[in-house]
């Protein structure tokens, strides 16, 4: 059965099943509320341009609804008590490719989306830092003044933690890493012999966050699309991996719950 016709019976179900959803997503707690919680958790956020398309509207009207679930899952992941949450808000490829009209749009709303974090009590109350990385040379020159404002006010945070992935590109954070320490080398800050993981890892764009926090112990995504697309290659290596059917603007409280019930029965690894 093709993707779109499932999420649209999907959505008439949750809508006939509303009342039963509720026992469900109880039952759905108590199932996890004793689990092992996942400290860094990774959200690609994907379907909003398709999700408008689905329903008539203009593709801005999707980014605008996924900035409001994203309002939602922030609440959700606190509640939780997961201590750092990436978002994936624009890839590399978006800030290459995409119109200027929408680019503008989004850049807006993280715009946006940064003042009502500074002027949210939230993030005071729970010492959130927020950073933001990527190819921030693409970025329009006061969303820049807005992110340094806002990373400084945070500086100082230790308790949770949100990294905004803008213009970002796994490939990309491998580069500009190797040409990083090719430089230190050649300048003798460092020896090529000293290179390993953990060195390299103080290269890339995620180099704030402590040590054992630094890779994502859940990444997920959602409209049905079983790919990374270029997010975080080298930090989620050992990470795993949840891929969710609907749409970013309709995911819900238990679909949340799912990738966790999902992370609790996985046997994690590491490689070996």
Partial sequence: MPKSITRKLNKYLSIAL??????????????????PIPKHVAIIPDGNRRWAKELGKPIT????????????????????????VTIYAMS??????RSEDEKKHLFGLINQALNDLMNS??????KVRVRVFGRLDMVPAELIEKIHQIEELTTNYEDRCINVALCYGGRQE????VQKIVRDVVDGRISADNINENLFSKYLYTSHLNDSLDEPDLVMRTSGELRL????????????????????????????????????????????
């Fill in 121 to 126: 009590s939230t993030l005071h109350e729970n």
């Fill in 174 to 177: 491998i580069i500009d890493a």
């Fill in 18 to 35: 509303k009342p039963v959803y509720k026992v469900y997503e109880k039952w759905l707690w108590l199932q996890i509320s004793e689990g």
């Fill in 229 to 272: 697309s270029n997010f975080l290659l080298w930090q989620i290596a050992y990470s795993e991996l949840y891929f969710c059917d609907i749409f970013w603007p309709e995911f819900r409280k238990i679909d949340l719950w799912r990738a966790i019930r999902s992370y609790q029965k996985r046997e994690r690894r590491f490689g070996r």
């Fill in 92 to 97: 590399y490829e978006n800030c290459m490719y």
């Fill in 61 to 84: 009207y999707g980014h605008d609804i996924g900035y409001l679930k994203l309002k939602e899952l922030l609440k959700w992941l606190w509640e939780l008590g997961i201590k750092v």
